[in-house]
Every structure is written in structure tokens, then in C-alpha cells.
Nanobody, 126 residues
Framework: QVQLVESGGGLVRAGGSLGLSCAASGSTFSNYGWFRQAPGKEREFVAGIRWNYGSAYYTQYIDAVKGRFRISGDNAKNSTYLQMNNLKPEDTAIYYC??????????????????WGQGTQVTVSS
């Protein structure tokens, strides 16, 4: 059974930092994405990582988080991480980890990801 288990998140003041982790079990994935969904809004892509032949990897971010968030991963551990710095109130949302098998590009589309974590709340106070 494939599972994505997220950890991290919580409440932080604006300007603070949080780290999210996502561990996959039951399968190995080449592509991971972090998405977020704020109340009343659609789920949006935040950052993605794609491994190429197991070692080299590519990353992608939306403009709103570039320079503040960093996605990383450990292919051997089937895990991905999202380090979030200089958080802003508009970053408040439920954050989801998603994974899929090999794709040539990092997709921004939720439907392109096969498996999802349960979500973790990130709240940034002003």
C-alpha cells in the first residue's frame, strides 16, 4: 500500500520559518510536488522536484515563494522536504505532498500526481 506521510507545519509569526517533510512508502517515485490550499481557494502548486537517473535533480517554484522556500529530497529515502523561510500571512494554507512516477517535466497540475499526503496546516500570523 502506497502512503505519503507528512510532518511539520504549525503556527509561526510572519518572517519565521517552518519545515515540512514527506516520506513515501510502498513505492519509489521520481517526481514530488508540494501544493497548498487556502480556505475558499483552489489547490495550487508551490514547488516540485524531479530526479533524473537517481542522482541529479531539478526543482521548480512558483514566483510567490522563490527565494523563500526550498524543496529538497532524499531519493534513497523516498522523501522530500520543504523548507519555508520568511513566511508571510498569505502562505497560510493546508500544505500537501504529492508524488508520481517518472515524468519528463515537473507538473503544476494536481491531476498529474498519483498519490497524496493527508495535508498539514501552516498558519502564519501577522
Amino acid at each position: 500500500q502506497v502512503q505519503l506521510v507528512e510532518s511539520g507545519g504549525g503556527l509561526v509569526r510572519a518572517g519565521g520559518s517552518l519545515g515540512l517533510s514527506c516520506a513515501a512508502s510502498g513505492s519509489t517515485f521520481s517526481n514530488y510536488g508540494w501544493f497548498r490550499q487556502a480556505p475558499g481557494k483552489e489547490r495550487e502548486f508551490v514547488a516540485g522536484i524531479r530526479w533524473n537517473y537517481g542522482s541529479a535533480y531539478y526543482t521548480q517554484y512558483i514566483d510567490a515563494v522563490k527565494g523563500r522556500f526550498r524543496i529538497s529530497g532524499d531519493n534513497a529515502k523516498n522523501s522530500t522536504y520543504l523548507q519555508m523561510n520568511n513566511l508571510k500571512p498569505e502562505d497560510t494554507a493546508i500544505y500537501y505532498c504529492a508524488a508520481t512516477y517518472y515524468r519528463r517535466t515537473i507538473s503544476y497540475t494536481p491531476g498529474d500526481y498519483t498519490y497524496w499526503g493527508q495535508g498539514t496546516q501552516v498558519t502564519v500570523s501577522s
